[in-house]
DNA sequence: GATGAATGAGAGTTCATTCAT
DNA sequence: GATGAATGAACTCTCATTCAT
């Protein structure tokens, strides 16, 4: 993929994810990454493509970050448990933004009219909820084990939102620890 | 306040429910609710007045079916917690929409970038946590009350994003049910 | 209909006529008419639709020159197809137009691939024809009527063409003379 | 010239002869004839060059089939033209094409704007002429020939853009025997 | 109080053409 | 000789808003 490609979709998927996707207009997409219309439709068929390949690109850094990183690490599941919720605040934090999630947001701005990124979305957020049930399969056995990582990442998720709309991020961090408290430090 | 104008501010609450605020266009408004431009400028001034006045009209359903029908009924603490977890997935299921939580989805589309729209919102998820909060109290003690109270929030918002994201609605009761397990029916 | 709209479609009419409808843009149009982009499609939904509009719009010319003025009247045959003649050249000497045949060009130009113009415009041309048939029927009995009102139409249409490519009046009315010495001036 | 211009030229033919000049776009012609950018630009300084081309590429197949193969040859005069109205019909029934004289179309859409193209068309057009009113000459003797000739050319011509418009060949047929029965079967 | 015509900036997209490699 | 990235004007169309009646 070209340079330039990649400049676009990094410039584009941080727009989107302040703004939204329909907010985002792409005058502010050729603005911010330096290009002209049609260097845009060199690259990408329209708006939605764009949008489309920015889900992908940030599925690669799940991949990366989240799956390869947390998940397939050699870890104990209390550490993978741990990773994942450090990495999860951190992400807000060193980003200092409080725009929230890039695919949450996306999630909700998009799920109920367009099946594809629906789909794509998801994907992402099933890959979390499985693994994570894995981890608490082997935290607190097999009971429920499912239910209690959708409960979790719901948990995250909420708190980001929580966190966006009283923008401050110490909403989430302290949610956060209470998640640590009830699945981590449970006998301490 | 006229008949009309309340046709147009539910018409217009339900599409943005449905699309999202900057996905819904006057057009759409207009045709929804019957009227012409010149009618919709003679009751708002502007997009934006119809969207916080939508937030008002959430606002009042708020109060009169949360704060009072739930948190100021004379019900014990369990009770009230029962009634607003039920309250909380009733709402998704008499609609079916799978469109997600009404004021969530603002919150997300528009905390970070209209200071206005993000003070409307948070009022009305600060008014609920705080009840929430002391419902907490009555059922576990002064420890963590305001904590406890912002999780369940977070786990009910992060729920209903995930029922949005499946378009499954049985993914919500299940998180739902997790928190009556865990806040109500604990001991038995 | 407003003024403003019909404005819109003889401007656009005469435009088309002379570039063709691919080759007439909205800003020709909007200059010609001395309207706004926003003022067009008050209008018209699209340039398509304003498109058919016109159709629709020589449609009514046609019915009242040729269908009402010309094959409805109460003169003879011979008269009647004398008059359609005379209106055929007449138009395009009266405009000094070389543009050739307003639907015959659409005729060339959607024909194939656009459904709905070719329907609209086979509507008026299959109208031409078989009042002609039945002059011919007047004229020279039922044999081959409608053949001979296919050959004398296609004549007519073809000499537009060749008095198009030519740039040159003078091409039609000598086929148009030709006509009338073939059909009318025979016996004498 | 090259084989690969060649094989631009007879796509883009196809193409023009089907969607017309305006509404072919050079992306078309690079994918029908599988080339980049680059390329065509190499061998065409303009979309507009490369269909003047195209005239000169029809007006190659015109002298080769109709003014070598029909008029050049040494059949009588009743042959010749028999071979042209066969020639003229064939052509649109081998292609099974329903879009019409490749030149007859180009003709309507640039004569009166773009004076190269229509020289160049009218060049083909004169030539069919006058061949044909050599061989009227023969038929039926000096009167009026170059006349008959022009209401021939023009009826197939017309004839033709009935057939588009009415999108069945029979059409054209029909009117071309009629050609048939005017100037070859007089006497039987 | 109501209508819908008018406005015009700006949306996403297309397109012929140029240019660096 | 060939590639495809870059350009930018122009295209059709959208939209919130204003204005005359």
């Known amino acids: 993929m070209s340079e330039k490609k990649r400049e676009i979709i990094s410039a584009a998927a ?4 302040t703004k939204g996707y329909e907010a985002t207009k792409l005058s502010d997409i050729m603005q911010a990454s330096d290009i002209g219309k049609g260097q845009f439709y060199h690259y990408f068929s329209s708006k ?3 949008g489309l390949t920015i889900v992908d690109y940030y599925a690669e850094m799940w991949d990366r970050e989240l799956i390869q990183g947390v998940f397939h690490s050699s ?3 209390e550490k993978k448990m741990e990773n994942m919720l450090e990495w999860a605040v951190n992400y807000h934090v060193s980003t200092q933004a409080l725009s929230g ?3 949450g947001n996306l999630a909700i ?9 629906r789909l794509k979305i998801n994907n992402l957020i099933d890959q979390w909820i ?4 894995d981890v608490m399969k082997d ?4 009971d429920q084990a499912l239910q209690h990582a959708r409960v979790v990442v719901a948990q995250i998720e909420g708190g980001i939102l929580l966190m966006k709309n009283y923008q401050d991020i110490s909403i989430l961090k302290d949610i956060i620890a209470m ?6 430090d449970k006998g301490e």
Chains 1, 2, 3, 4 share one sequence.
């Open 14 to 17: 941080e727009l989107i994810h």
């Open 48 to 50: 939605r493509e764009l």
């Open 75 to 77: 870890f104990s599941a």
């Open 101 to 103: 999630c890039p695919f």
């Open 109 to 117: 701005e998009m799920s109920e009219h367009d099946e594809e990124f």
């Open 130 to 133: 499985n693994h994570l049930a």
């Open 139 to 142: 935290l607190r056995g097999e």
């Open 179 to 184: 998640i640590r408290l009830n699945y981590l």
